[in-house]
């Protein structure tokens, strides 16, 4: 089963918009992780936000987590035609050495030039 | 470029064949993990090896089983294929598992296509 949920589905933004992506979990975790994946290819690690943190940022991406509530969000600012990906949130329960990600199912980000 | 090398890129075989999706993660790292990806099931975790031996297992399948070698290279091998099995499988790698992973983030390559018809 999914651990991760984002919202929305899908996002259509005008170049230069911010674009806001939510990501709700279910049980606890150890960090959650926001990756891009260009249509049909690999899947590219964006950030890493641990448990005891609420708030991160890098370059143009800012991550919140909230654990009372088991959610997050990614905010990409000043959005460019090349942010157009599908954005993935994924949480790691750190089971000690059987640590895995789960992987929601994805959001899709279209940015109109 | 991930570091994460995987072939072949794309592959079209028949029901009830059995195929072969070999990685290299990136030099130096220790843990491989495979996923499936559908557009019905979304990004699904199959296993992780870590040193050669098998750490963690998701959903994967019977008729599925992988390996690590030596060379911590990893082969996915996939049989009696089912029309269902078309999917797109990812191989990623990280440094460590559970606490010596130094950043938790995970590095992936550009994914083996399958098609089954």
């Known amino acids: 089963s999914q651990q991760g949920e984002e919202d929305p589905q899908a996002l259509s933004i005008q170049e230069g918009e911010n674009a806001t992506m939510n990501c709700s979990y279910k049980t606890s975790i150890n960090n959650l992780q926001w990756y891009r994946q260009n249509s049909g290819r690999g899947l590219v690690h964006l950030i890493l936000?641990?448990?005891?943190?609420r708030e991160k940022h890098s370059g143009r991406l800012r991550v919140t987590l909230d654990t009372s509530k088991k959610s997050s969000s990614l905010l990409i600012t000043a959005s460019r035609a090349a942010d157009t990906a599908s954005y993935f949130c994924?949480?790691?329960?750190?089971?000690?050495?059987?640590?895995?990600?789960?992987f929601g199912k994805g959001i899709t980000l279209s940015v109109r030039p | 470029d991930s570091g994460v090398t995987q072939t072949p890129k794309h592959l079209i075989t028949a029901t009830g064949q059995r195929v072969t999706l070999r990685c290299s993660p990136r030099?130096?790292?220790?843990?491989v993990y495979w996923y499936q990806q559908s557009l019905d099931q979304g990004l699904q975790f199959l296993i992780q090896?870590?040193?050669?031996?098998?750490?963690a297992k998701g959903n994967i399948l019977e008729r599925f089983s992988a390996q690590q070698f030596p060379d911590l290279h990893s082969e996915l091998n996939l049989s009696s294929l089912e029309l269902g099995d078309s999917a797109l499988y990812f191989c990623?790698?990280?440094?460590?598992?559970?606490?010596?992973?130094?950043?938790?983030?995970?590095?992936f390559g550009e994914g083996s296509r399958l098609t089954v018809l």
């Open positions: 994924a949480t790691d329960k750190y089971t000690g050495a059987n640590s895995k990600l789960t």
């Open positions: 030099s130096g790292d220790l843990s």
């Open positions: 990623a790698s990280s440094p460590g598992t559970g606490w010596m992973v130094s950043t938790g983030e995970l590095f």
């Open positions: 090896y870590y040193n050669g031996e098998e750490r």
């Open positions: 936000i641990r448990s005891n943190e």
